[in-house]
């Protein structure tokens, strides 16, 4: 039903979504892309409030009940697009590299479903249009948590789909159960020696030397104090110091990011991170400022709804046509801030497949990533499936 009715809505599914490419967006600056989600809600009588800056909240069916969270994030990458797609990014600089013109567009045509079908719910959909899911700390979605979103609206279960360019094939709806994405961790590690001329290193406190030990450290620490069996990503990304050859500069500063599935493991390292550097620190009389912003908590999908929502499109989107593949284990070292809902509600994220006709393929965050525009509506019906069967099963 929910396929059938989805392929039928396809033409207004694309308008929206080569609307949304064409004009991509920033962080939580979003007046058009945020513009096109209301009018098109009012439109379907949808009735929707905003709860932070572009970040809107839709409302579908009875507060008696059930209560299923469906999240579409919203925001562009800074990056420019070399597609040469026909409805490409008029935006300098500034493209959907991630496939959340897609997304939107798919929940807004699943609301559209949903509305339809809205005396059937024996409960409520909640329609969550997120902002800055791209920002470094995963400011999106802790902000629309901190200003109230689950306190309010009370889900009992949550659900979000992501594009997939290169691993799931178009049609398909690819599920997850377990650790799906690895929490992140940025890291700011500033030293201050003393400068001074590179002939004379005993006259000055050298902060890069400093800095290349506690590098190391850090490698050791992943290596050898986190179990083996708990995967732990740990790089150095930048690493900024000096002017000359024959300089030794007074700081030194490098950045990286720390990935891993067990939030004691990550506490652990960070804890770990910051006494090693405060020690080598001291050794090398640098003074050091260790800065770790809040992060990303993983990504865990509940085993159970997971399962339950994998039989539910089997038995429905999947005798339609769609193709849901067995559940998959796999992990990803990427972060996903839907991190912040899954840990406090049971829920899943599923994969919707979009590998392009292109002679080569392109991976999530490339300039000439094309994403196959024929999977989209498998995407929307497995959304609005979702919230279906669950609020009426």
């Not at 809505?9 to 989600?37: D, F, K, S, Y």
């Not at 300089?247 to 493991?265: H, K, S, Y």
């Not at 929502?309 to 801030?337: F, N």
Request: charged share 20%.
């Amino acid at each position: 039903m929910m396929y059938k009715e989805a392929k039928e809505m396809n033409q207004q599914l694309l308008a929206w979504r080569r609307q949304i490419h064409q004009h991509p967006e920033l962080g939580c600056r979003l007046p058009q892309t945020t513009a096109l989600v209301k009018k098109a809600l009012d439109d379907m009588g949808i009735s929707w409030e905003e709860i932070g800056p572009c970040a809107i909240v839709g409302v579908i069916g009875k507060k008696e009940g059930k209560k299923i969270l469906l999240r579409a994030d919203m925001d562009a990458l800074p990056m420019g697009e070399e597609t040469g797609l026909p409805f490409a990014s008029e935006c300098d600089g500034v493209m959907h590299s991630c496939g959340h013109d897609c997304h939107t567009s798919m929940l807004l045509t699943a609301a559209a479903l949903l509305k339809k079908h809205e005396e059937e719910l024996q409960g409520q959909v909640i329609l969550m249009f997120q902002p800055d899911e791209e920002g470094t700390d995963g400011t999106g979605a802790r902000m629309m948590v901190e200003n109230g979103l689950l306190d309010k609206y009370k889900p009992d279960v949550a659900v979000m789909a992501h594009m997939a360019s290169d691993i799931v094939k178009t049609n398909q709806i690819m599920l997850k159960s377990g650790p799906c994405s690895a929490s992140s961790d940025r890291f700011v590690v500033h030293l201050h020696g003393k400068g001074g001329h590179g002939a004379r290193p005993h006259q000055s406190i050298n902060p890069i030397t400093c800095a290349i030990k506690i590098a190391e450290a850090f490698g050791d620490i992943g290596r050898y104090e986190v179990d083996v069996q708990e995967p732990t990503a740990l790089s150095i990304c930048t690493f900024h110091s000096g002017t000359a050859s024959n300089i030794i500069p007074e700081d030194c500063e490098f950045t990286g990011t720390l990935r891993t599935f067990n939030d004691e493991a990550r506490q652990f390292t960070l804890d770990r991170m910051q006494q090693v550097a405060q020690s080598i620190a001291d050794a090398y009389r640098c003074q050091l400022t260790f800065d770790r912003p809040r992060g990303v908590p993983p990504l865990i999908n509940d085993p159970e709804f997971s399962q339950q929502l994998h039989t539910w499109l089997q038995e429905t989107i999947g005798q339609e046509g769609v193709d849901i593949p067995p559940m998959s284990h796999t992990k990803s070292m990427g972060s996903e801030d839907f991190s912040f809902i899954s840990s406090r509600v049971p829920s899943c994220s599923f994969s919707v497949g979009s590998t392009s006709h292109q002679e080569q393929v392109y991976p999530l965050h490339h300039p000439k990533i094309i994403f196959d525009e024929d999977g989209l509506a498998a995407g929307a019906a497995a959304y609005a499936q979702a919230a279906y069967s669950y609020l009426t099963k």
